[in-house]
T-cell receptor
Framework: AAGVIQSPRHLIKEKRETATLKCYPI?????VYWYQQGPGQDPQFLIS???????DKGSIPDRFSAQQFSDYHSELNMSSLELGDSALYFC?????????????FGDGTRLSIL | GQQLNQSPQSMFIQEGEDVSMNCTSS?????WLWYKQDPGEGPVLLIA?????ELTSNGRLTAQFGITRKDSFLNISASIPSDVGIYFC????????????FGKGTKLSVKP
């Protein structure tokens, strides 16, 4: 079965640079969530989108923004990168059709800030 | 904010042993999920629980949604080497739009 696709898998940037992470949800999933996972930490919710509209917002810095496009893929844009932004960034998708559905995660983008 | 207390933090298993871990919260959740994460990969959904008191199995895995909606446990029977990894519980509350709150994880390792 098709899973959540994230790209790139690895990204190395320097401080103050920008980065764009992409997420392609499971086909027919209408909701996308972004999470950040620091080393040895649990995933922390950043932001979510349902039907291309922002649905909920968590601990996402103002330097980050995201959007969901008409084909339901999502992009997380990160600017003025800081050392502390080094982490794994996961995208998860689900559907609200048919009631409560669980989230399925991609394999993440490992972002390293030098 | 809401927090999930997951225990134990880590445990060592010998092949064939049964394993148990749990999560508790001071808040009520309407959904409990259990994920397994291997190094360098994303969390993989193991079991989803939607009703208080619900007991669900997935192969050697069994999980229950506590009757108070504030806790859940995961049992693994007859563990095998590929069970090693980090197990996360995650809860979703009534007020959220679906985003998950994760426990700190239980790291399963093989006994030396």
């Amino acid at each position: 079965a098709a899973g959540v696709i994230q790209s790139p898998r690895h990204l190395i940037k320097e401080k103050r640079e920008t980065a764009t992470l992409k997420c392609y949800p499971i086909p027919r999933h209408d909701t996308v969530y972004w999470y950040q996972q620091g080393p040895g930490q649990d995933p922390q919710f950043l932001i979510s989108f349902y039907e291309k509209m922002q649905s909920d917002k968590g601990s996402i810095p103002d330097r980050f923004s995201a959007q969901q496009f008409s084909d339901y893929h999502s992009e997380l844009n990160m600017s003025s990168l800081e050392l502390g932004d080094s982490a794994l960034y996961f995208c998860a998708s689900s559907t609200r059709t048919g009631g409560d559905q669980p989230q399925h995660f991609g394999d993440g983008t490992r972002l390293s800030i030098l | 904010g809401q927090q999930l207390n997951q225990s134990p933090q880590s445990m060592f298993i010998q092949e064939g042993e049964d394993v148990s871990m749990n999560c508790t919260s001071s808040s009520i959740f309407n959904t409990w999920l259990w994920y397994k994460q291997d190094p360098g990969e994303g969390p993989v959904l193991l079991i989803a629980l939607y009703k208080a008191g619900e007991l669900t199995s997935n192969g050697r895995l069994t999980a229950q949604f506590g009757i108070t909606r504030k806790d859940s446990f995961l049992n693994i029977s007859a563990s095998i080497p590929s069970d090693v990894g980090i197990y996360f519980c995650a809860g979703r509350d009534w007020g959220s739009q679906g985003n998950l709150i994760f426990g700190k994880g239980t790291k399963l390792s093989v006994k030396p």
